[in-house]
């Protein structure tokens, strides 16, 4: 176990490593960088430029840049922001503790597929079973911002016509009132839109391991010694079914991280997608970076946590 | 002519013999399972509609010559603009007075050109790869499945933003990066299946016969794959639509005056009380295409393997 979890670890900082290479190169040798955009003024004078170039680090080689960038994340300083001036950590710290109450209550919202999925296996090839999974298909197929921006044209609708705002437009709180209630309700719409796609998956996986399950000889043995049919669910067929879920938690969460750059963005939710579509224009390289570190970092986590975890609840899987 | 005759005489003496048994109902793996698509309406009837889909696009000049009285993509009257709909444009027109109907064409080929290309570049990477990591094992298989460790752990949508502000890229060019991007369910498919088939007998017979490795994998390995491979690659297609669209909805991706899907309703966003009709259609189109493909797929993978039916 102990070599294992060493293993892991090394191997997820060589990956981690790879990754912010990867980043790094694709981002600085793509033309059209920070100075580009400065020296399109025409106020910016040649040696203005140059002054600037140096006072970011820009003019040393790029080995060089990314060795200095890799030293300061050793020593946790991530650099400032080109724009703003103020440190990449604070400003993506900030970003991200707003994009976690999407993502909370967009997973939170998406265990509600689990059930879903139980519910169609058990009535499987009735008209529930079927449609749900035709409700799966269709949602499958909707890209879910455009989902949002319907509901959005509608409750904008609504309120113009009937005077009641179901749902905010947009944003965070309302100005002058950050209550919790108030950050709730503006939570509905993103966290259902970021949570759907995890109700789909979570539906179908679930449905189809409890349709496997259903039909191994344990279960067959419980129902035929006489074991409630209650007991067969929860302790035989839920148990089994359910294990597996935990290896895809680590593999949604690209998608998630992506499905919230879309949400935040029709939803002007000030988080890290929104802050990273400015950082892009703007070519702010030490935002852009730190960004990707993190989630890089989010994404090397959960995968590893959902490898230890699985190990915990499946007593058959050994670490060797 | 009269040897026939003398033929028809004689007792059919060969129907005995086992080779000679007249043939009924063996079909090949392809034929039996086309005939099982074709039975699944449902699969059928997508077929058929993203069939027309693509054509009324690919053919969208003449299309518009037709029936849009040959109206152009990017050319609209200023003084046009925000028509409702009417008879002279059917879905009306945008701020710029361009007909939504005729630009809805047009970008279907950007986002349809785009998901082809996308799914030919991810499969054509991915089998490769995939064949290569399960055949040659080792060092091979190391190496590439540190790749794909490597490409699942970059955070997609984020690299995308990031190329298309500083490529400001051509459709193509998106195009080859979302390949680039997108060939790893592929290759961990393809690599599982051939891990599993690389050690069967008539590998081994082929082997003992003398074939040499790329041969093995080309003439005995890889037509055991294709089905997999299509069912993987219809995923692929309906991904590589929808990333587009995302992108260009953002604001990145495809620029305007180029049609696209996402960039249509990114234009259309600002005008959504004055305008909903363009907000809904592009999403629409969107939506009819991705459901016709994961139909298709759907229908494909059930027919290739009866099994995964109701799964």
Known sequence: MKRFLIRRIIQSLLLLFAVMVISFILMHTAPGGPLRLLAEDPRMSPITISNIEERLGLHEPLPVQFVKWIWGVVRLDFGNSFIWGEPVIVLV????????????????????????????????????????????????????????????????????????????????????????????????LPSFLVALSYIIAFSRFVRSQTLEVINQDYVRTARAKGMAEKVVNRAHVMRNSLIPLITIFGGLLPSLFGGIVLVESILSWPGM???????AFERDYPILMGIILFLSILIILGNLLADLAYGVVDPRVRYN | MSQTGVELDLPPLQTNHPSKRPKKSSRGFWRSSIDRFMQDRVSVIALVVFLILCVTIFCAPLVSQIFFRGQEPNKGNLFDSFKPPSEEHVLGTDKTGRDVAVRLLYAGQISLAIGFT??????????????????????????????????????TLFILILLSVLILPEWWSLAIVLGLLGWMGVTRQVRGLVLSLRNLDYVDAARVMGASNWRIMYVHILPNVVSIVLVVAGFDLAGAILSEASLSFLGFGVRPPTASWGNMLNNALEFYSKAPLQVIMPGLMIFITLLCIFLIADGLRDAFDPRLRDR
């Open chain 1, 93 to 188: 710290w900030d970003a991200a503790i707003n994009s976690l109450w999407l993502t909370l209550g967009g997973t939170i919202l998406g265990l509600l597929g689990i059930p879903i999925g139980v519910y169609a296996a058990r009535h499987r090839g009735k008209l529930s079973d079927n449609l749900i999974r035709v409700l799966t298909v269709v949602l499958n197929a909707i890209p879910h911002w455009w989902l949002g921006l319907l509901v959005i044209i509608m409750v904008s609708n609504f309120a113009a016509d009937g005077g009641v705002k179901l749902l905010p437009l947009g944003g965070m709180y309302t100005f002058g009132q950050d209550s919790l209630l108030d950050r709730l309700w503006h939570m509905i």
């Open chain 2, 118 to 155: 996308v799914a030919a570049i991810s499969l054509s990477l991915g089998v490769l790869l995939g064949l290569v990591a399960g055949f040659f094992g080792g060092i091979w298989d190391d190496a590439i499945n540190a790749l794909v460790q490597i490409m699942l752990t970059i955070p």
């Open chain 1, 273 to 279: 997608g929104t802050l990273f579509i400015r950082a």
